[in-house]
Every structure is written in structure tokens, then in C-alpha cells.
């Protein structure tokens, strides 16, 4: 069983939450995108093994973008199979789905973010209000690179990180 953090394995195995659980959801701890990931890697267990030894912490959703954070190695088990266990949580959501690192520094956030594009340089923007913009520069690859969903994965950051982000291209 995926190793849910924040939500007792009960809850998560029946879909009714304990007072602790139910709790957690009101306070924002938890949400609702959080309990149908977990249960949908759960369903998944049985066809794909690796998936009970991963942590998942949380998952973020934007737009059509959806971020789920699991433990630190947990990212080879989840895209083990060729990417089947990815093509299969794409199917259920209909989203495009990328796999972040718990508890990494900014860079690997990042790199793990924007694949699979490669990042040539991160630097931190000091504005004169006080705040900090993170600006990342990805390789531009081609005329045929892949479509990148820019905005949905800046709040993506920004939800996940507190990190606003400014993002360009190689020249």
C-alpha cells in the first residue's frame, strides 16, 4: 500500500475518514485531490508492486497539470514499468501528470518540474518591493520540443514551494 503521510491507511482503504482524517481535510491539510490520488495508487498496487513501498505526500493540481509529491527515490518506482504506472494515473485523471521529489533542494524541484527540457541556469530575482522571483532558463530543444504547460506548472511552484517563478529560453 502506498504509504499515504497525513491520512491513516483505513481512511484511505474505506473512503471514510476518522475524526483525525476528517480533521485534516477541513484545516487544509488534506484535500480531496490528495484522497482520490491515493486511492487511485492504491487500486494500482496489485498490477504494479513497487507502488506499495513509495511515500505520497501530496498531490497539486492546476489547470491540466497534476503534480504528485512522493517520497525522496520514490520517482524511479513510480516511473518503473516504461512509464506505465504514469500513463495509467494520466488516463484515470486526464491530466498531464509530473512526479516531484519531498524534501529536494530548489534545483532538483525544478529539473524534476520542467522535464524534459534542461534547465542552463536558475538565478533569484531581489524586486524592490522585498520579494523574490526564481528565474529559470530551459534549453530551448529544436523546432519540434515538446508542449510545456508554463503557467499551470508556475503555480504548481507556487503552490508547492511558495516560489513565484519567471521563465525563459535559451536563445
Not at 74 to 99: E, F, M, N, P, W
Not at 108 to 131: Q, R
Amino acid at each position: 500500500m502506498p504509504k499515504m503521510v497525513n491520512v491513516c491507511h483505513f481512511c484511505l482503504k474505506s473512503g471514510i475518514l476518522c475524526s483525525k482524517c476528517q480533521a485534516k481535510l477541513r484545516l487544509g491539510e488534506v484535500t480531496k485531490t490528495d484522497l482520490e490520488i491515493g486511492r487511485l495508487l492504491m487500486s494500482l498496487e496489485d498490477t504494479y508492486p513497487p507502488l506499495q513501498d513509495i511515500y505520497f505526500y501530496k498531490a497539486i493540481e492546476h489547470d491540466n497539470v497534476l503534480a504528485l509529491i512522493v517520497g525522496r527515490g520514490d520517482v524511479g518506482r513510480i516511473l518503473s514499468y516504461g512509464g506505465k504506472i504514469l500513463r495509467a494515473v494520466r488516463q484515470k485523471t486526464g491530466k498531464t501528470v509530473r512526479v516531484l521529489e519531498y524534501g529536494v533542494d530548489d534545483r532538483k524541484f525544478l529539473e524534476d518540474l520542467f522535464v524534459p527540457f534542461s534547465i542552463l541556469t536558475i538565478n533569484t530575482i531581489w524586486l524592490p518591493d522585498g520579494t523574490t522571483e526564481t528565474r529559470v532558463i530551459l534549453r530551448r530543444r529544436g523546432r519540434r520540443a515538446p508542449y510545456l504547460d508554463v503557467e499551470a506548472l508556475k503555480m504548481i511552484a507556487q503552490k508547492a514551494r511558495g516560489m513565484t517563478l519567471r521563465v525563459e529560453y535559451s536563445r
